[in-house]
T-cell receptor
Framework: QKEVEQDPGPLSVPEGAIVSLNCTYS??????FMWYRQYSRKGPELLMY????GNKEDGRFTAQVDKSSKYISLFIRDSQPSDSATYLC??????????FGKGNQVVVIP | GAVVSQHPSWVICKSGTSVKIECRSL??????MFWYRQFPKQSLMLMAT?????????EQGVEKDKFLINHASLTLSTLTVTSAHPEDSSFYIC?????????????FGAGSRLTVL
């Protein structure tokens, strides 16, 4: 079993829809949870960062962490074509060593 | 703030040659930097941890003699792919923790795409 599971299936949504992404993990030592956005041929950029369980909101983005279920989510409200990218979940136990999911390719159709 | 610059952004080389990729932290010091490798439609795989003033720590399965890492200063780490072969073609990305060890939030460079002919 991989440490982080993220269904890489491409996701196409119409502009304005809510995008829902999620990851599951197996390592109970993970305490830090992140979502990165990666445009084609570019490095990942940090979108959201959460420590331990709970919700965090930043503009149109909401990150949720449920440590009891080992499940994290990212929601994008009012999606825009500029949100089209690959979204990677990442997590760490506190030593800067990040475990990444495979990434979800999201396409927002105008 | 917290910008990581990577150079070159893309490089094409002949099989058997060596290629050097630079990673710089522009506005902060980084005693540690991380080198990742990413294949198309795949996740980032940690290759090694670059430590300023000491030897790099390589992940299991990564050949340290093939992927030479040097971290000579607090703002520069280099990855040299020695005797490159077509199977080394990949997207190499470096990162650094802007707040030092324990921050657990990494800033990534823009990546370097290596194509070995």
């Amino acid at each position: 079993q991989k440490e982080v599971e993220q269904d890489p299936g491409p996701l196409s949504v119409p502009e304005g829809a809510i995008v829902s992404l999620n990851c599951t993990y197996s390592n109970s030592a993970f305490q830090y949870f992140m979502w990165y956005r990666q445009y084609s041929r570019k490095g990942p950029e940090l979108l959201m960062y959460t420590y331990s369980s709970g919700n965090k909101e930043d503009g149109r983005f909401t990150a949720q962490v449920d440590k009891s279920s080992k499940y994290i989510s990212l929601f994008i409200r009012d999606s825009q074509p500029s949100d089209s990218a690959t979204y990677l979940c990442a997590m760490s136990g506190g030593n800067n060593r990040l475990a990444f999911g495979k990434g979800n390719q999201v396409v927002v159709i105008p | 703030g917290a910008v990581v610059s990577q150079h070159p952004s893309w490089v094409i080389c002949k099989s058997g040659t060596s290629v050097k990729i630079e990673c710089r932290s522009l506005d902060f010091q980084a005693t540690t930097m991380f080198w990742y490798r990413q294949f198309p439609k795949q996740s980032l795989m940690l290759m090694a941890t670059s430590n300023e003033g000491s030897k790099a720590t390589y992940e299991q399965g990564v050949e340290k003699d093939k992927f030479l890492i040097n971290h000579a200063s607090l703002t520069l780490s280099t990855l040299t792919v020695t005797s490159a072969h077509p199977e080394d073609s990949s997207f190499y990305i470096c990162s650094a923790p802007p707040q030092g060890i324990g921050a657990n939030v990494l800033t990534f460079g823009a990546g370097s795409r290596l194509t070995v002919l």
